[in-house]
Antibody, heavy 128, light 109 residues
Framework: QLQLQESGPGLVKPSETLSLTCTVSGGSVSNSNYYWGWIRQPPGKGLEWIGTNHYSGSTYYNPSLKSRVTISVDTSKNQFSLKLASVTPADTAVYYC????????????????????WGQGTLVTVSS | EIVMTQSPATLSVSPGETATLSCGASQSVSRNLAWYQQKPGQAPRLLIYAASTRATGIPAKFSGSGSGTEFTLTISSLQSEDFAVYYCQQYNDWPPTWTFGQGTRVEIK
């Protein structure tokens, strides 16, 4: 069973870059049938998809964050990472990493892409 | 950009009763719809995908329905462990993108 664990600084100063890493166990980030993504949740608020990566190098970002986000995969360490530049207090949130299996649809073409395994989440506070 | 709208924001239900949660999409998402349960201090848990397919290990008391722009999550015989926040989420398979609704809190009446 896949397990994901986020790690990184819990406090980041405004205008700096937030950097988080997700370590994967029980599976490989090189598995072509999976996407690897980041979701965040401001305190007391809902969920926001940040972006997703495939080991092939393809990346997909939330348009509202695209100019500031970089997600990459390190197959040698079985990890994937998030960088969010020029942070402000509005970026304070619990950050989750999650995996998406490419589930072939029954009876039609294409794939279902739910987030099925999640890390426990890590709170990142943006403050001076 | 597709906007997902959940209603109601809060649903008060007595234990043993059935909860019906709604999720609407600003344009058709076919059946590309998932539901998640989130308890305080925990990561979300996948309940349903493809609008009506239960994820592995999810009991039959959770059922999803709908297609296009209107979706429903039904939770029968509510127990204490079912009181939580529920999110719907649409996904595109190409290019891959995901959008969450704002959530429905199911609380004890």
């Amino acid at each position: 069973q896949l397990q994901l664990q986020e790690s990184g600084p819990g406090l980041v100063k405004p205008s700096e870059t937030l950097s988080l890493t997700c370590t994967v166990s029980g599976g490989s980030v090189s598995n072509s049938n999976y996407y690897w993504g980041w979701i965040r949740q401001p305190p007391g608020k809902g969920l926001e998809w940040i972006g997703t990566n495939h080991y092939s190098g393809s990346t997909y970002y939330n348009p509202s964050l695209k100019s500031r986000v970089t997600i990459s995969v390190d197959t040698s360490k079985n990890q994937f990472s998030l960088k969010l530049a020029s942070v402000t207090p509005a970026d304070t949130a619990v950050y989750y990493c999650a995996t998406t299996p490419r589930l072939p649809r029954v009876g039609s073409s294409g794939y279902d892409l739910p987030f099925d395994y999640w890390g426990q989440g890590t709170l990142v506070t943006v403050s001076s | 950009e597709i906007v997902m709208t959940q209603s109601p924001a809060t649903l008060s239900v007595s234990p043993g009763e059935t909860a019906t949660l709604s999720c609407g999409a600003s344009q058709s998402v076919s059946r590309n719809l998932a539901w998640y349960q989130q308890k305080p201090g925990q990561a979300p848990r996948l309940l349903i995908y493809a609008a009506s397919t239960r994820a592995t290990g999810i009991p039959a008391k959770f059922s999803g329905s709908g297609s296009g722009t209107e979706f429903t999550l039904t939770i029968s015989s509510l127990q204490s462990e079912d009181f939580a926040v529920y999110y719907c989420q649409q996904y595109n398979d190409w290019p891959p993108t995901w959008t969450f609704g704002q959530g429905t809190r199911v609380e004890i009446k």
